[in-house]
């Protein structure tokens, strides 16, 4: 029997506001424990909240960008539950009158698909709750107040790849608009997974269960995958899945049972009566749409057509805003568009990864990156010396053309300097000579390779490469 997989997701962002949702405190990343709190974040009795605009301002911002419907009137409700890591015992949040509605995300899975999103509503982070080894529990209140949107999708995924291309797709998004860095080591996005199967002639559904607080996206993959053959195999033993709430445990590779899941009536929502209802002005929501920059989609597009990009590059430079902006800029000062983007894709990305760094900390400028690609074209240094330069420049941020001077890197051109290098080498590997003329067509590598050795990496391959077959065909 066949089954089909129903996903849904909820995704929590951090707002990039400089203070928290309902006080002033910082809402920076890090600091020493309970340094950026208040009687507010704190819930103490007789402490107001005052709602930030600046929240609802990022909030439309995102609901815009997700292609939702803007309420022109919500308001923020109390979602009670006790958490030591909330001291109010509440949540402010939204319950039936969410900011954002009705909206979606095209996905690319082979064929596109729209992805629905019922909602989207601002409410206020918790605390974070550490435990020592001895068993004593430490709570930090710094993040008490910190402003997030929770995004909530309709079931519309089928498997685990189309829920890693939404949230690679989200996540492009809300780093365009500019309303969240989104790091994910910094829980500044988190996930959580409803899932659910049923038979094909849906004659058997499992119950959905939830899996809290993934914190990768791979990590969201793999729970789907397993969560999945979990309920199928369940159901093909004539059993069925408990209403429960469940987290990923990495160590384990395997989900495991947290509690048994809530429903809605459970947290008794009733209106917040210390903040009064948002109105939300027509005229400040129109400004706040053209506001919004070019979209991942459309720049994909627009790189195909103007730099004459394949489909597959411009997804990877549009990926991220950062990345998007950088090639650009590039492009301006070296029109070999193809070319930055393969530098771009290659040596780039490898050197962001390795060093586990953002493109935002990276140490040279577009102008120094368009020099480097200028000498390799020019032929003044080869592409394997250039890549040398790049982890230079990448490490020390200094300017390509004075790593060469200094170095001394030029490529070698010289027809005399190289026909002397090559006879050195042919000389030296008679047997490979031989491998050659016998039929051997990779002893030709070889030799080309170890002229480039000789010469440091500095001749001029295509050269090395002509004058060495010239003296093995005569």
Not at 95 to 117: Q, S
Not at 145 to 174: C, H
Not at 348 to 375: G, P, V
Request: hydrophobic share 35%; proline share 3%.
């Amino acid at each position: 029997m066949k089954y089909q997989t129903l996903i849904g997701l909820e995704i929590h962002v951090e707002l990039l506001t400089a203070s928290k949702i309902f006080c002033g405190c910082s809402t920076a990343f890090g600091g020493e424990s309970n340094t950026h709190c208040c009687p507010v974040c704190l819930g103490l009795p007789g402490a107001l909240p005052v709602l930030n605009k600046k929240v609802v301002e990022f909030a439309v911002k995102a609901g815009l960008a997700l292609n939702c419907n803007i309420a022109s009137v919500c308001k923020m409700d109390r979602k009670n539950y006790f958490y030591p890591d909330l001291p109010k015992a509440f949540q402010t949040s939204q319950y039936d009158m969410p900011i954002c509605t009705n909206g979606y995300i095209e996905i690319d899975c082979g064929k596109k698909k729209k992805i629905r999103i019922k909602r989207v509503h601002i409410e206020e982070d918790a605390g974070k709750t550490m435990h020592a080894e001895d068993g004593v529990s430490l709570i930090d209140y710094n993040r008490c107040g910190v402003p997030l949107i929770e995004i909530v999708t309709q079931p519309d995924m089928t498997s685990s790849e189309e829920a890693y291309k939404f949230l690679e797709r989200l996540k492009s998004i809300l780093q365009y608009t500019e309303v969240s860095d989104c790091r994910m080591e910094q829980g500044s996005l988190r996930c959580d997974i409803n899932i659910n199967v049923k038979s094909e002639d849906s004659s058997f559904v499992s119950n959905i269960v939830e899996v809290k607080n993934l914190n990768s996206f791979k990590a969201a993959a793999k729970a789907i995958e397993y969560e999945e053959k979990r309920h199928i195999d369940l159901l093909k033993k004539g059993e069925n899945t408990n209403k429960e709430t469940r987290r990923w445990d990495e160590s384990k590779n395997k989900t495991v049972i947290m509690r048994m899941k809530e429903n809605v009536e459970d947290y008794r929502y009733f209106p917040e009566p210390d903040l009064v209802k948002i109105e939300i002005d027509s005229d400040w929501v129109e400004k706040i749409r053209t506001s919004l920059p070019e979209m991942p989609n459309h720049k994909k597009e627009r790189f195909i057509k103007d730099y004459g990009l394949p489909l597959y590059d411009a997804e990877i430079l549009t990926s991220s805003k950062g990345m998007a902006d950088f090639f650009e800029e590039v492009v301006k000062e070296f029109q070999d568009a193809k070319m930055v983007s393969n530098w771009v894709m290659t040596e780039f990305y490898r050197s962001l990864k390795e060093s586990e760094s953002d493109i935002e900390n990276i140490k040279f400028c577009a102008k120094d990156f368009a020099k480097l690609l200028r000498l390799i074209k020019r032929g003044t240094i080869s592409n394997n010396i250039g890549k040398r330069i790049f982890k230079e420049m990448y490490n020390s941020g200094k300017d390509p053309e004075i790593i060469v001077k200094e170095k001394g890197l030029m490529q070698i051109s010289d027809v005399d300097v190289i026909k002397e290098m090559v006879l050195k080498v042919l000389e030296e590997y008679p047997e490979s000579v031989m491998d050659y003329k016998n039929g051997k067509g990779r002893a030709l590598g070889f030799l080309v390779g170890q002229v480039m050795k000789v010469s440091k990496g500095k001749a001029n391959p295509q050269m090395v490469n002509k004058i060495i077959k010239k003296y093995l065909d005569t």
